[in-house]
């Protein structure tokens, strides 16, 4: 399994962006993909999966109402859409996989996942 995140760049506040994980054509049956975040001097933190069977989605709250994961099937390519963006959202994304089913507070921890991508970086100027 191969991730590849991308989308990332340089936006004022309050403007959006879409990062993008492309599985390489991987599916994950049962397995959950999730977008996971690093502020510079921070730990990495979990910010929202998706259940690849179901589609299903859970966003952390601080990000609630501004992020949204979703997947293009056809693609099978795992988006987070960003809006509002604030400069405490600057950081490196990271996307994940598991093929495992995942209990939902399982799947907001770094270890549930077994596949990384290579991080994209997102950084929101004031």
């Known amino acids: 399994v191969q991730l590849q995140a991308s989308g990332g760049g340089l936006v004022q506040a309050g403007e959006s962006l879409r990062l993008s994980c492309d599985t390489a054509?991987?599916?994950?049956?049962?397995?959950?993909v999730a977008w996971f975040r690093q502020a510079p001097g921070k730990e990495r933190e979990f910010a929202a999966y998706i259940r690849w069977s179901t589609s299903m989605t859970y966003v952390v709250d601080s990000v609630k109402g501004r992020f949204t994961i979703s997947r293009d099937n056809a693609k099978n390519t795992v988006y987070l859409q960003m809006t509002r963006l604030v400069p405490e959202d600057t950081a490196v994304y990271y996307c994940?996989?598991?093929?495992?089913?995942?209990?939902?507070?399982?799947?907001?921890?770094?270890?549930?996942?077994?596949?990384w991508g290579q991080g994209t970086l997102v950084t929101v100027s004031s």
């Open positions: 054509g991987s599916t994950f049956g049962g397995g959950v």
């Open positions: 994940a996989a598991s093929l495992r089913g995942l209990s939902r507070s399982y799947a907001r921890e770094e270890e549930a996942y077994d596949y």
